[in-house]
């Protein structure tokens, strides 16, 4: 679950933001909450009113909640105020993707902040842990401020900074993964479970036993792990631009790996099974030509380190320098 804290003053588009953000993220098929701190009042005042919930609540019910269809309305009280944190735990039992906070400036929490004037700047100074500065106008603010700049009206380019730098470099670790546990395949083909998808192509590699005439007891997988990881992530990128409606995952394992053992899965999800056929062919060529991961092949009668996974080049010491790949 990521979270975005939205601040400003009041009248200064928080709102009108949020529901952009809402807009922008629901069309990605990411899922999307908001938590919102009502400052002004103790206790906000009853949806149902006169409703049968509300007569148990006066009964003394420390809470109540109506189910209806898809939606689920809870009403709860308590002597303690609710925190931020009891509101966030909510969502991830949800499993929600995002979630938008307006208010709670306090909290330390990953921020986008709206200056609308130059009296505005001061808020700059009160916060923490901000990513983005988001302006009405061009404003000249603190040289000490070392955080992208966006016009308000400006959405399109905010947008695009978010998904790219902010919430895809997250999502990138989670789906382009180099690990030395045995590969779980349901979990990478769930990642790329998509409602616009008609194909979901999944490509294995195992640990084969017989290499022309030499037979393979194991084989160990070597790599520069964060090297090959942005690497997948490269090829991940490469196949959106092929094929813009994909949605791909790759998990390499390294470490010593037995016979059938998994060593790789590639999973596409695409509208139509043509382009998830190809766009895996593709990833696992491209894995082929430059991820920086390697192996040892240990034979019955000895052992010798492959070198590049197309087999082209030997390395003395076993691997490459890390400037040769």
Partial sequence: MKIIQVAGYSN????????????GL??????????????HENRLAALDTGKDSAKFRECGAAGTTVVA???????????????IEDALKFQQFLK???????????EPFPKVVIVKNEEDIKLLEQLENIQAVLLWKNIELPTT?????????????FFSWLRMVYWR????????????????????VNKVVDRNA??????????????GE???????????ETMAVKKLAQIGDEIQEKWPQAKVAITHRIGDLEITDIAVVIAVSTPHRANSYEASRYAIERIKEIVPIWKKEHWEDGQEWVGDQLEKVKYETGKPKIEEV
């Fill in 12 to 23: 200064s588009g928080k709102t009108t933001l949020i529901e952009k953000l809402i807009t």
């Fill in 26 to 39: 629901n069309s990605k098929d990411i899922s999307v909450s908001v938590i919102k701190h009502h400052g």
């Fill in 69 to 83: 269809g898809n939606t689920l309305q809870m009403h709860f009280n308590k002597e303690a105020n609710w925190s």
């Fill in 96 to 106: 929600i993707d995002i979630v938008i906070i307006e208010g709670f400036k306090k």
């Fill in 145 to 157: 401020l070392e955080v992208p700049t966006f016009l308000l009206n400006d959405f399109e380019s």
């Fill in 169 to 188: 470099k997250e999502m990138s670790e989670q789906l382009f993964e180099v690990i030395k546990e045995p590969i779980s395949i349901e979990t990478i």
């Fill in 198 to 211: 008609g194909a979901i192509n999944t490509f294995i590699g195992t640990v084969r036993e017989m290499t």
């Fill in 214 to 224: 030499k037979k393979t007891v194991y084989l160990r997988y070597d790599a520069y």
